[in-house]
């Protein structure tokens, strides 16, 4: 009897399996580059893991060095998060069959939120995850960006809290990579998966501000943080 056919079979599906981790190791180091600690110690010489929440996302780096390093923190959390997708499905489109594709894009994608939560670089610590989960979902599908922009940023205007508009931006990407699914402009529900993943992981990060929203304590920044001062001046 010939066992030629399965033993192709379980080299080809070995193969896609070494693929799929080298591919979450790259989402992993491209999420672990911590732009914003990079970004405070360059312009203020401080470490931003002292620094408020001790996070090193752009809501904390706008704290330490102000709104223009926040707002470059935040996009390049972003572009890393974009990166871990575009990346590997440059390099491994042509190995991995098509099918795999949008899996592969969850785990590069979901790899870049973890590495920027718990980086290596880091000692393992890292930020919330939100510009990163905002690249990968951004990199499957652009509207994404500018959705959760308006009403991410909407949300922080108004009420202050980032992690407020952390979780609304992760719940945006859930609702948006449902919709498509079932609506049928996806022929894999891999996306809708992957923002329920990564929401998982955002949320699991802002435990402790979840904590503190719902005992009405949690910090605020911007306009309604300026106006308590004020208040208490």
Do not use: C
């Amino acid at each position: 009897m010939n066992h030629a056919p399965n033993l192709n079979v379980e080299k080809v599906t070995k193969m896609n399996a070494i693929y799929l981790l080298l591919i979450g190791l790259v989402g992993y180091i491209a999420g672990a580059i911590p732009f914003g600690f990079l970004f405070v110690r360059l312009v203020k010489g401080v470490d931003l893991r002292d620094v408020g929440s001790g996070r090193t996302g752009g809501t904390n780096s706008m704290r330490a060095a102000g709104f223009g390093v926040g707002l470059i923190t935040f996009l390049m959390d972003v572009l890393k998060g974009a990166t871990a997708v575009w990346l590997p499905h440059l390099l491994f489109q042509n190995a991995l069959p098509a099918d795999w594709l949008p899996w592969a894009k969850i785990i590069a994608g979901a790899s870049a939120v973890i590495g920027h939560n718990w980086s290596v670089f880091l000692k393992f610590r890292g930020g919330a995850g939100t510009g990163p989960n905002l690249g990968w979902a951004t990199a499957v599908w652009w509207p994404m960006l500018p959705i959760n922009i308006a009403v991410g940023g909407l949300i922080l205007w108004a009420q202050g809290m980032a992690s407020v508009a952390s979780l609304t931006v992760a719940g945006i990407i859930i609702i948006g990579f449902a919709a498509r699914f079932f609506m049928g402009f996806d022929d894999t529900a891999a996306y809708f998966v992957g923002g329920i993943a990564t929401a998982v992981i955002v949320a699991w990060s802002l435990r402790p501000n979840i904590k503190r929203i719902i005992a009405g304590e949690e910090r605020i920044v911007g306009r309604r943080a300026k106006k308590r001062k004020q208040n208490q001046a």
